[in-house]
């Protein structure tokens, strides 16, 4: 019995980086995406600690190259605050802008990235470098 050949066709154009971002971000489980969401964004919020606050789809997403629906991020945005390592900034003209909490400033100061936290908890060894 002969097999029959099979014919693959690949796709040799390039899709737009956000396309491709999306399709990384769908292949990724729900509890690790928000995990580098969470690590990323402490960490922006850590190293620009002199500014008062920072957009978080501005200054933190499009910076990192992450275009996201607004209804996730909107799910990222309450993720993100239900944590208490960040608040959101109210006054005129702070929508949308976040700033880290007086535990979010220590949890960093001391652990250094949001993974690094984690594996404390569970008790594994701490990268400093994170």
Same mark, same amino acid.
Not at 90 to 118: C, D, P, R, V, W
């Given at each position: 019995?002969?097999?029959?050949?099979?014919?693959?066709?690949?796709?040799? +154009?390039?899709?737009?980086?956000?396309?491709?971002?999306? @399709?990384? !971000?769908?292949?990724?489980?729900?509890?690790? &995406? $928000?995990?580098?969401?969470?690590?990323? +964004?402490?960490?922006?919020?850590?190293?620009?600690?002199? @500014?008062? !606050?920072?957009?978080?789809?501005?200054?933190? &997403? $499009?910076?990192?190259?992450?275009?996201?629906?607004?209804?996730?991020?909107?799910?990222?945005?309450?993720?993100?605050?239900?944590?208490?390592?960040?608040?959101?900034?109210?006054?005129?003209?702070?929508?949308?802008?976040?700033?880290?909490?007086?535990?979010?400033?220590?949890?960093?100061?001391?652990?250094?990235?949001?993974?690094?936290?984690?594996?404390?908890?569970?008790?594994?060894?701490?990268?400093?470098?994170?």
């Amino acid at each position: 019995m002969k097999k029959k050949a099979r014919i693959t066709q690949h796709n040799t +154009t390039k899709q737009p980086e956000a396309q491709q971002q999306q @399709k990384q !971000a769908q292949s990724m489980d729900q509890p690790t &995406f $928000d995990r580098n969401v969470m690590d990323a +964004t402490l960490r922006v919020l850590f190293e620009n600690a002199d @500014k008062n !606050a920072l957009d978080l789809r501005t200054d933190i &997403f $499009d910076k990192a190259n992450l275009h996201l629906s607004d209804s996730e991020m909107e799910r990222l945005w309450d993720v993100l605050i239900s944590s208490g390592w960040v608040s959101p900034t109210i006054g005129f003209g702070h929508a949308g802008k976040l700033e880290l909490t007086k535990a979010g400033f220590q949890m960093m100061s001391q652990y250094g990235s949001y993974t690094n936290y984690l594996s404390a908890m569970r008790g594994t060894t701490i990268d400093p470098k994170a």
